[in-house]
């Protein structure tokens, strides 16, 4: 009789000791999950962006730049078609050979304002990038450095059209203007 109350106190004890080890497990569990957690906050960094003085600089730049490819294509445009009305009232007394010189001519001169107007717009591309991504660099190092100086291991961006749906967590905007200097 003694080997058995021996034994159900045995079985009594590591039963306790199971649930001892399992309480155990759920609070270290727990513990991590809840260190394990990141601290998550946003910006619109688009918004932002376009807040900036060297953003409103670089579009100012780069509307200039079109406009004066705008001037340059339009003119080029302008000379080709006075010279096909003049080839045109001509026409009648030239022969069949300078006609289809002149109609030749024509392509061409209309194949060089597709060609400009092409380079044009790549170079308006590069520009674009060259002006703006120093202006990006800028934004994301303020946005970096107010994220660690609070703490948080990510930001979101919460610009339309992003991703992100819902941004009720801390908005750095303010923040990342007041590092800037805004």
């Known amino acids: ?55 409103k600089d670089a579009m100012a730049q780069l509307e200039k730049l079109q406009k004066t490819y705008d001037a340059e294509i339009r003119d080029m445009m302008t000379e080709a ?26 392509q061409s001169t209309q194949r060089r304002i597709q060609e400009h107007g092409q380079n044009a717009q790549q170079d308006l591309q590069k520009k674009e990038l060259d002006l703006l991504k120093p202006v990006y660099e800028k934004a994301r190092v303020a946005i970096q450095k107010v994220a660690r100086a609070k703490g948080y291991d990510y930001v979101l961006d919460s610009s339309n059209g992003s991703g992100v749906i819902m941004a009720d967590g801390y908005d750095l905007m303010a923040d990342v203007k007041k590092e800037l200097g805004m």
């Open 81 to 106: 078609q006075k010279t096909m009305q003049r080839y045109e009232s001509e026409a009648p007394t030239k022969t069949e050979e300078e006609n289809s010189k002149r109609a030749q001519e024509l």
């Open 1 to 55: 009789m003694k080997t058995i109350n021996t034994l159900t106190l045995n079985i009594f004890k590591m039963k306790q000791f199971k649930t001892l080890l399992i309480a155990v497990a759920l609070t270290l569990g727990a513990t991590a999950f809840t260190n394990a957690q990141s601290k998550i906050a946003h910006v619109a960094s688009q918004e932002l962006v376009q807040t900036l003085p060297a953003y």
